[in-house]
């Protein structure tokens, strides 16, 4: 069974970076054809996707996000980390990060419950 | 770059209806990469279909994907009240922006 959790700050202020880790099980990041993306939702909207990361490292990034957004693997601990830079407001959202695979041609799932982050001073 | 339409906004029907989600892309959806997802509130998305017409795992027969290039329909046939959720498309393309989500459609009860 697979499932995936985010952690990290609930409450960050404007301009502060943000950093949300995944933790997974279930599967390994290092086996072909596999990938965990983070998908961002503000309270209200639609989902945004922000990042994938694949199993060879290769990574992917939202063109409108690209310059704020980095993503890593921690394999030997079964992590994925995603940090954000310059937060503001607007970036007030539940994180969710998801398992993909090339099997299901690149879909989400599943994901993780998410968490919310508040951006405010 | 891919941007996905979804209509109507919201569906109000009854339970054992039949609901008809369109999905429309701007450019033609390579491979026929688009997925459904149905999220409820509270709740994370969960995938219902990919490949544009394939069930994912356990997900009941009721719930039918079609289409091909830049239109595609999700149907629920014979409504049951724990469909009435939010639907969301989602395309996947090898050039940027890579992973596209349309805007949803609600599917409320009448």
């Known amino acids: 069974q697979i499932t995936l959790k985010e952690s990290g700050p609930t409450l960050v202020k404007p301009t502060q970076t943000l950093t949300l880790t995944c933790t997974f099980s279930g599967f390994s990041l290092s086996a072909s054809g596999v990938g965990v993306g983070w998908i961002r939702q503000p309270p209200g909207k639609a989902l945004e996707w922000l990042a994938l990361i694949y199993w060879d490292d290769d990574k992917r990034y939202s063109p409108s996000l690209k310059s704020r957004v980095t993503i890593t693997k921690d394999t030997s601990k079964n992590q994925v980390v995603l940090t954000m830079t310059n937060m503001d407001p607007e970036d007030t959202a539940t994180y969710h990060c998801?398992?993909?695979?090339?099997?299901?041609?690149?879909?989400?799932?599943?994901w993780g419950q998410g968490t919310l982050v508040t951006v405010s001073s | 770059e891919i941007v996905l339409t979804q209509s109507p906004g919201t569906l109000s029907l009854s339970p054992g209806e039949r609901a008809t989600l369109s999905c429309r892309a701007s450019q033609s959806v390579g491979g026929n990469y688009l997925a459904w997802y149905q999220q409820k509130p509270g709740q994370a998305p969960r995938l219902l279909i990919f490949?544009?017409?394939r069930r994912a795992t356990g997900i009941p027969d009721r719930f039918s994907g079609s289409g091909s290039g830049t239109d595609f329909t999700l149907t629920i046939y014979n409504l049951e009240p724990e469909d009435f959720a939010v639907y969301y498309c989602q395309q996947y393309g090898s050039s940027p922006p890579f992973f596209t989500f349309g805007p949803g459609t609600t599917v409320d009860i009448k």
């Open positions: 490949g544009a017409s």
């Open positions: 998801a398992h993909a695979k090339y099997q299901v041609l690149w879909s989400f799932d599943p």
